[in-house]
């Protein structure tokens, strides 16, 4: 390897990486001899699991002192918001007594325009109903646009949704929800040839047939992708077909805070802040609701970085625990094994797991193995923290962070030169841009908070426990138990967003408008803030998280 | 993620016409936040694929006028930027379902006809604040050369700077969105083992099958689990089957 490839790296990483090539053929060749790395037992993976993932450092978690969920441990930043009084905005409605006329009227109200959002909007926009998506940001932005690696769905002559079943399960250590689950596997092939007929563009053979891979975990080759910039084209083709559909309006700048409902505990409706318009609050009435809000990486668990979208606060979670729905799994939260640890402006963004999917391997700093590559994604992130920590053989950057190599240039030797511009021209060009030739260098990484596992309990239709609130995406819990594989978000959000729709729409056109609007489903949960002593100043949701002199707001 | 500053220098740079002091080796979104910025607008996904961070910006040794996503370009002493939260754009309702006759081609240029108009001036591509030659794919789509102009404009980040600079008056994102579609829909080859795999879906088979590995206890499931076989990496595409076929339904 010529060295001037490696211009960009400081001294201390350099020798490293130099090591990292040094080990590469050796390595190589015991993969073209059939040889990995072996695998760890269940006995392992669990005890590897309680060591080292950040799950299960007791400081990084409380027990909720108020709930539904009352006495069980979640992460101490949710913790912060589940245990938090209304916006100032909602905490006037309840103070005044009564919610004023409506700002807003629709049919089926979306909270949330990512993937799942739009999904939703699509389908049960095709009832003919009014169909109203409000969102934190721009119509969109979420969690799926940065998707990278794929979508399973078992569409292959060895697989079936059974086979994808069995490692669902595996993957969350057997802790799913089984309908939900078999739901999600059961619509995999239909949700694929949905997208499909949208125009989706997947990365095919020219007979049409999908090109697959592994993802970690995967028993089949069922990881189907559009290069490295899978979400981005499915949110570009989701959000295309949705703003042709004139019955869908959407308003941007918009979010939540809290939900509505009538005296029989039906959600009707919801408040919303309007960023661009001064925090302005305003009343929407719905029919039927649908919660896409996606999930809580930019609280930064334990400090960790993130790959998520700036508005992912756990909104959702917030709206449901007040109103007295239970949630499950959220001390359960996905790092993935593999955020940028350097250079430092790209630091928590993810390299997707797909490198590893085509032979990628992760190495230490003396360039050897410490894990097989495809290990599920929380046995591969206390790995990398185990080799780190443990035995203190992770690279270390100027400024002290730490990580191992993805040994990325060894893809284009597996599978000939060019592969790794084809296959990921998103991640290639862009590193191109800062100097870094992928094709030659490996890349430092670190786990990175990535995807709540767990969320608000729903049927395998999205209802959730208050009639006419239903959720989809990752503000959901059940599907991925405790632990989600690579793959089976991108799925969940069509799956569920589909389900959602159709059920929130059916209970759209079967029922009136609902009762008067209120806020009687918090009243309880106030009063106990109350009794556990709850200072006033923390309010929840927090809708875009603190950076810098920046105040969260 | 905390940066640590270590050796940054501090340098000013102007944001929407105002001054600011912020530490350099940062990215703009994360120099501006460190002095005091609050983003509501103009930011959106932090990790370069989003396009809402999209700015113009020039340097102080170059007249040359820039675009960069915010999260992605680091900040440079005495740089000016104008953030760009929305932008007009020419868009087209559509049917993805062609009337009879029309070609995938004919019908974006019918529903684009100002893509016909291209005066090659070539800003579009110089522009980019993600290095796609945006004229090259405009040229592709009036030639009718759908495959080519997917594969071109296939990391576009919909940031519309190109649309911005065009005095052609073309919304080439929106453009090349349509066209990417109709290509997908229309002259892709449909996966034929994936209509095959949705009608095993609904057997009786199937049914059967949740069944029963529902009804499973614990262990006999972890079992099942830990004999799985697995495909091997370099089976070519749908040729491998495992041995055990029973759950294949």
Known sequence: MSERALNHLPEELRESALEVARTREDRIRRIQRGESFPQLSLTDRKAWLEDFHPDYRAD?????KVGVNKDEGVPVELANLLEAWPRA????LVENGRIPEADFETDVLIIGAGGAGVTAA???????????ITTKLRAGDSNTIMAEGGIQGADQECDSPLQHYLDVLGGGHFSNDPDLAEALCHDGPDALSWLEELGMLFDKYPTGRMKVRHGGGTSRKRLHSSGDMTGLEMMRVLWDQCRNLRNVNVMEFCPIVELLTDDDGRVVGAVMERLNHGNEMKVVKAKSVILATGGLGR?????????????????????????GLPFRDLQHNQYHPSGIAFPEQKAGLLITE????????LVNRFGDEFVYSLEPRDVTTAAIIRECSEFSHGATTPSGNVGVWLDIPMIDDLHGKGTIEKEFPGRYSEFYRHGIDLTKVPVLVYPTLHYQN????????????LPGLYAAGEVSGGVHGKNRLMGNALLELIVFGLRAGRAAAEFASQTGSGGQAGLSHIESYLDDLKAADVEETRTAPMLLPRYGKALAI | MMMTPGNDQWITIHYDGEPYKVPSGRTMVSALETAGVRFVRSIGCRGGVCGACTAFYRTPEDAQLKSALMCQEEVVDGMSIMPMPFFPQNQM???LELPKGMTPQRQVMQLYPEVGGCIMCQECTRICPVGIDVMGYVGMIKRGDFKAAAEASFTCVQCQACAARCPARISQPNAALAARRFYGAHMVNRAEHLQK???????????RGFRRLKRMDAEELKNLYQRRESEPAQSAPGTWLPEDTTLLG
């Open chain 1, 60 to 64: 990084g978690k409380r027990a909720l």
């Open chain 1, 89 to 92: 905005s909602v905490r006037d």
């Open chain 1, 122 to 132: 699509i389908e049960a926009a095709k009832s003919g109903l009014d169909v109203l």
């Open chain 1, 299 to 323: 609280l930064h668990l334990q400090s960790f970085p993130t790959s998520n979208h700036y508005g992912a606060t756990a909104d959702g979670l917030v709206l449901t625990y007040r109103a």
């Open chain 1, 354 to 361: 797909k490198f590893r999917g085509l032979g990628a391997q």
């Open chain 1, 454 to 465: 767990g969320g608000v309990r729903i049927r395998v239709d999205g209802a959730t426990g």
């Open chain 2, 93 to 95: 309702s559509y049917d």
């Open chain 2, 197 to 207: 795999a949705r009608e095993k879906v609904n057997t009786e088979d199937m049914k």
